[in-house]
């Protein structure tokens, strides 16, 4: 695979930077929703159980909503880092090279394909729920 050129460097930057400023101003559009709804305010001043356990599931809605926008929030940041060490667009487990098509469909990807695949095969048994 060939390296990024400064250009497309450059395009991704600027899509990484358009994608933070968007998230950033979603999260913030949440937070005021949620301000404004007060789920958690009385989720726990609810007389009857079933309403008590729908104000209780909105908040954890909510606070599962801000935490997602945080953490995408954080891989366009540590994307941003490695743009400017100069290490963007290099796979964390074998070094070679990312690629343009993989960077601009995902722009914070930090695996090559192969190394992702094997990732998601040796991993994929931790986000499943157990008894």
């Given amino acids: 695979m060939e390296s990024l050129t400064s250009r497309q460097e450059r395009q991704l930057k600027q899509e990484l930077e358009k994608q933070r400023k968007e998230r950033l101003a979603a999260a913030q559009e949440e937070l005021l929703d949620v301000a404004d709804q007060h789920y958690s305010t009385f989720a726990g001043e609810v007389p009857d159980e079933g309403d008590q356990a729908v104000a209780t599931e909105l908040a954890d809605l909510e606070n599962a909503r801000a935490r997602r926008y945080a953490a995408s929030i954080r891989e366009i940041d540590d994307a941003l880092i490695r743009i400017g060490e100069h290490c963007f667009g290099q796979c964390i487990d074998c070094g070679d090279d990312i690629g343009y098509p993989r960077l601009s469909a995902i722009p914070t990807a930090l695996r090559c394909v192969r190394c992702q695949d094997?990732?998601?095969?040796?991993?994929?048994?931790?986000a499943r729920p157990r008894l």
Avoid: L, S
């Fill in 118 to 126: 094997q990732h998601d095969r040796t991993y994929a048994h931790e």
